[in-house]
Each structure stands twice: as C-alpha cells, then as structure tokens.
C-alpha cells in the first residue's frame, strides 16, 4: 500500500467551527489531492498541489483551503465548517500529472452538527 | 469540463459470473482511464488502468475496454468470486485531474 496517513480517521465539530485535516505521505510524491465523497457524487476534486508552496484549485473548492509547507505534508482546512461539508474526505498522491495514477489514503470522515 | 456516467449503479452477479461495468466521458481530451474498487471504510484501490493510445488491458481475471470514437470504456470482471463484492469507480483524467463516475455496487453471491 501507498505509505498515506490521513489524520484524524473520525471527526464531528459543530457549525462555525475551523477544521483542519492533516495528509502525510512516505513516497516523496510531488503531486498530492484533496477529494470528497458524498453519496450519488462519487468523488469530486477539492484542491490539489503540485509541490512545496504550489497549489491550486479544484471543482468544488469553495469553503476549503489548503497549505503544502513540506513535500510529506498537505493541510485541508475548513475555515468554518458548514453541514454542508459534513463528507467523508480522501486525499490522493502521484508522482506526475499526466497518466500516473493516483493511490488514496483511507479517508476523514467529517461530521458537522 | 469533463463528464462521466458509470452504468449500472448497482449489480448483482452469481459466484463464477462476469460482471461489466461502463462508463462514457464526455471531453475527447481525456487521456487517461483509471479504475478503483472502495471496500467499506478504506479508501478507492488502483485495480486497473488504461491509457488512450491502448484499446485494451488485460490483468488476471480483470480487463478494461475503451473505444475513444465512442468515448465510452468498460470494466470486464470474469470469474466473480464474493472477495469483488465492492462499490467500483471509473475516472476519465486529463492533466491530472480525476474525474469520477458515481460508482456501481457489485454483489457476488456464493
């Protein structure tokens, strides 16, 4: 399996409320992404980096931002979480953008009351 | 931007069956098609993949199909055993970013 960490594996925090959720990889990839998964979605991209400090948006980014200060580490906050955003979240690491494959972490799963 | 459908949603097969699960994608750009299966509470596995120079790929008991006129692709399972009961996803990728169909529940049933 992939060497990905997602942290915390559960979460539930109440409306207003800031959340961050922490991905760590072992492959020294370059390429890391935030997705969520809700039911009849499938999963759907939130924000991706390209490297140290390289980040950008994707299709339903909005109430999300993301830091990538190391090459290990890729930070997804909800500034104030809505129930809304109560999802299970996958982050995902490649070692290129053009036809690699993306390996999953095990997922967050968030709720908000 | 990119679309893709992923028929049926749900599909329940015999111990021993085949199972065929397909998708259409809707920009002609895309390039890349990768296939996931998510068992309860982990997250979706790389089972197979194919890319658009490539009209078929074959891996055990597991292939995938694409035809780029049509811009449609199959997953093909043989030989179903209860252990591919698992929701399955499809992906149509350009430049890296996925994007995915909603998924087909297999049941095997011994």
């Known amino acids: 399996d992939a060497g990905i960490t997602q942290s915390p594996r559960h979460k539930v925090t109440e409306t207003g409320t800031p959340v961050t959720l922490r991905c760590h990889q072992t492959?020294?990839?370059?390429?890391m992404y935030w997705y969520r998964q809700d039911p009849g979605h499938g999963l759907r991209l939130i924000h991706y980096s390209y490297g140290v400090k390289d980040t950008d948006k994707g299709e339903v980014s909005d109430g999300y931002s993301v830091s990538r200060s190391k090459t290990e580490d890729f930070l997804l906050t909800l500034e104030s979480a809505t129930s809304s955003q109560t999802s299970v979240y996958f982050c995902?690491?490649?070692?290129?953008?053009?036809?690699?494959?993306?390996?999953f972490g095990d997922g967050t799963r968030l709720s908000i009351l | 931007g990119e679309n893709v459908e992923q028929h049926p949603s749900t599909l329940s097969v015999q111990e021993g069956d085949s199972a065929v699960i397909k998708c259409t994608y809707s920009?002609?750009?895309?390039?890349?098609f990768p296939w996931y299966k998510q068992e309860l509470g982990k997250g979706p596995q790389l089972i197979i993949d194919?890319?658009?120079?490539?009209g078929e790929k074959k891996d055990q008991r597991i292939a995938v199909t694409l035809n780029k006129t049509a811009k449609h692709f199959s997953l093909h399972i043989t030989e179903t055993q209860p252990e591919d009961s698992a929701v399955y996803f499809c992906?149509?990728?350009?430049?890296?970013?996925?994007?995915f169909g909603t998924g087909t529940r297999l049941l095997v049933s011994p």
């Open positions: 992906a149509a990728s350009m430049w890296g970013k996925l994007v």
């Open positions: 492959e020294n990839h370059r390429y």
């Open positions: 920009d002609s750009a895309s390039n890349y």
């Open positions: 194919i890319r658009s120079n490539v």
């Open positions: 995902a690491i490649s070692a290129g953008d053009v036809d690699q494959p993306q390996h």
